[in-house]
C-alpha cells in the first residue's frame, strides 16, 4: 500500500491551504493533527477550516472534545486509525493535516498508554543527553531495555528519550509494555512532508492571522463563552489566543497588550513546533507550498 501523506509544519504554515489545493488534482479526505481543532467551541482562535472550506473537503478529528477535556496520543492512534480505514473503504484518499508533533509521532512510531507524566523526567534525561552525548545514553537505555535499544540509532535522540522515560515513568520497559498490549501504535505506514517557511515570513503571517482573527470576532466568541458558562473550561484548555484574552477582560493587562501577546506566545509555538519537527526521522522540509507539491507523492 503507499504511504499515507502527513503534511506537517508550524501554525500559519499553509499546511490546510496546500491540502484545500490538493483536494482539486486528488479524491483526499483530511484527518486533522491539530490537538486544539479537537476542543468544540474554540473556533476562531485556533484556525479550524471554515464551514465552506469543511464542504468543500470533509475534515475528519475535529470537535470531538469538550474544552479541558484530555485527550491522549493513545486515543489519537485509535480515532486517526478508524477515519483512515473510512476513507479507504470509500476508495478515497486520506492525507493527515496537523501540527500536533506528539500525535503525529505517535501514529508513525507507536505510543505508550500511560499518563503525560512529570516533565521533569524528561527535561532531566534531555540535560544529561546534552551533558554526556547520545552513546551514553544509548547505553544506558541497552542496560535497561536491550531489545528497544537494538531497535534505535544511538542518535536518535528523541526516541533514546522516549524509551527511558517510559522506564522511569513506569517502572516497566517498552518493550514490557508492548507485549502486554499497553503498545499501541498504528498498522499504517506514512510519509513525511513537513511545509516550513523562512522564519521572518511565518511571523509576519502569524501576525496578521491573530488581526484577521481578532477582525473576525475572536473577542465576541470568547464572551458567548464565557456567558454559557464555559470559563473554567476555557481554561483549562489553555490555548493560546483564549488566555491572554481572559487576562484582558478580567483587567490584568490592556486589549493591545492581550493582542500583541498573543502574536508573541503563536510565534513562539511556531517555534517549538518547528523544533520538534526536526527531530522527527524521515520528515523533509519544503519553504513553499509549491515545493513541497513538486515532491508530493500521491496514490
Not at 544506558?140 to 540509532?153: C, G, N, S, T
Request: aromatic share 8%; glycine share 6%; proline share 5%.
Amino acid at each position: 500500500m503507499h504511504p499515507i501523506t502527513i503534511i506537517c509544519g508550524p501554525t500559519a504554515s499553509g499546511k490546510t491551504s496546500l491540502a484545500l489545493d490538493l483536494a482539486t488534482e486528488y479524491p483526499i479526505e483530511i484527518v486533522s493533527a491539530d490537538s486544539r481543532q479537537l476542543v468544540r467551541h474554540l473556533d476562531i482562535g485556533t484556525a479550524k477550516p471554515t464551514p465552506e472550506e469543511r464542504a468543500r473537503v470533509p475534515f475528519h478529528l475535529i470537535d470531538l472534545i469538550e474544552p479541558g477535556e484530555r485527550y491522549s496520543a493513545f486515543r489519537f492512534i485509535s480515532d486517526a486509525s478508524q477515519s483512515i480505514d473510512q476513507i479507504l473503504s470509500r476508495g478515497r484518499v486520506p492525507v493527515i493535516v496537523g501540527g500536533t508533533g506528539l500525535y503525529l509521532r505517535a501514529l508513525t512510531d507507536g505510543v505508550v498508554e500511560i499518563e503525560q507524566g512529570d516533565m521533569a523526567i524528561r527535561e532531566q534525561l534531555e540535560r544529561e543527553l546534552v551533558e554526556t552525548g547520545p552513546e551514553v545514553m544509548h547505553n544506558r537505555l541497552r542496560q535497561i531495555d536491550p531489545l528497544e535499544a537494538a531497535k534505535i540509532h544511538a542518535h536518535n535522540r528523541v526516541r533514546v528519550i522516549r524509551a527511558l522515560e517510559i522506564f522511569y515513568l513506569t517502572g516497566k520497559t517498552k518493550s514490557e509494555m508492548a507485549a502486554t498490549g499497553s503498545y499501541r501504535k498504528s498498522d499504517f505506514e506514512y510519509e513525511y512532508y513537513c511545509l516550513a517557511p523562512p522564519r521572518q515570513e511565518l511571523y509576519d503571517t502569524i501576525n496578521r492571522r491573530v488581526g484577521r482573527m481578532i477582525e473576525d470576532g475572536l473577542v465576541p466568541e470568547l464572551r458567548s463563552l464565557v456567558e454559557r458558562g464555559y470559563l473554567d473550561k476555557i481554561r483549562r484548555a489553555n490555548i493560546i489566543g483564549y488566555n491572554e484574552l481572559i487576562q484582558w477582560q478580567e483587567g490584568r493587562r490592556s486589549f493591545d497588550d492581550a493582542v500583541a501577546a498573543i502574536k508573541q506566545n503563536t510565534r513562539r509555538y511556531a517555534k517549538r513546533q518547528m523544533t520538534w519537527f526536526r527531530g522527527q526521522t524521515g520528515c523533509s522540509f519544503y519553504e513553499t507550498a509549491a515545493a513541497l507539491r513538486q515532491k508530493l507523492r500521491m496514490p
